[in-house]
Structure formats: structure tokens, C-alpha cells
């Protein structure tokens, strides 16, 4: 058990219906998610996991960046993760040139760790 879903149809149920915002933005604009999020001192690490065959879209990308730029102290780390085996491949910093900072639990723990000293 996830928090409290106990059962996909639980989930199911829980999924908030950004749908209803279809239109309210220019240029077909929708809301994302943020996968996980910290604070240390004044310092903001977004977390945003993908499938390992799939990647962030060109929106998210955009936003990810643009929100990464307003201060050094916002970092965003994109990293694949395959829910089946609970497995992480490789991460990145979104506005770091597509530069590969490790892959799996260990190395992701081990950044964070280092980001929070």
C-alpha cells in the first residue's frame, strides 16, 4: 500500500481530473505533476521520475527549465524508474547539457544526500 490507496480502483478514484482545465491555458497548456519535492535551507530539489521508455515532454521540459533559471537555489532531476522492478536507471539535472549523474537507488540516494549538505 502507496499512503492510502489500497487498490488501483482507490487510485483510480484519486486522480485529480486536469481535464477540466482543458482550454483555460493558451497554446493547449496543462498542468503537470511534480513526482517529489524538498526544501533544505532555503534550497528546492523537484524530483520528476519517467518511465525508462519515456521522457519528459517538450512542455515539462520547458517549464522544468524556466523554473530552474528563476534561482540557483531550485535544482530539477529527472530520472527513469521502472515500477515493475522498483528500479532507477539514469538521472539527470534538467538544465545541466544532457549529462548522466549516475543510475539506481545508491547513486540517486548518495546526489541527494550531497545536494542537501
Not at 7 to 17: C, S
Not at 35 to 48: A, K, M, Q, S
Amino acid at each position: 500500500m502507496v499512503g492510502n490507496i489500497r487498490n488501483i480502483d482507490d487510485f483510480i478514484r484519486n486522480l485529480i481530473p486536469w481535464d477540466k482545465l482543458n482550454g483555460a491555458f493558451p497554446r493547449g497548456i496543462r498542468p503537470t505533476d511534480i513526482d517529489g519535492f524538498t526544501e533544505v535551507n532555503n534550497r528546492f530539489l523537484f524530483l520528476e521520475a519517467k518511465n525508462s521508455n519515456s521522457d519528459l515532454t517538450d512542455g515539462q521540459r520547458w517549464a522544468f527549465e524556466r523554473l530552474s533559471r528563476v534561482s540557483p537555489s531550485i535544482t530539477f532531476i529527472v530520472f527513469h524508474w521502472e515500477p515493475t522492478t522498483n528500479t532507477v536507471g539514469e538521472f539527470y539535472e534538467i538544465l545541466a547539457p544532457r549529462v548522466v549523474l549516475g543510475a539506481g537507488w545508491k547513486e540517486l540516494y548518495i546526489y541527494c544526500e550531497n545536494w542537501a549538505k
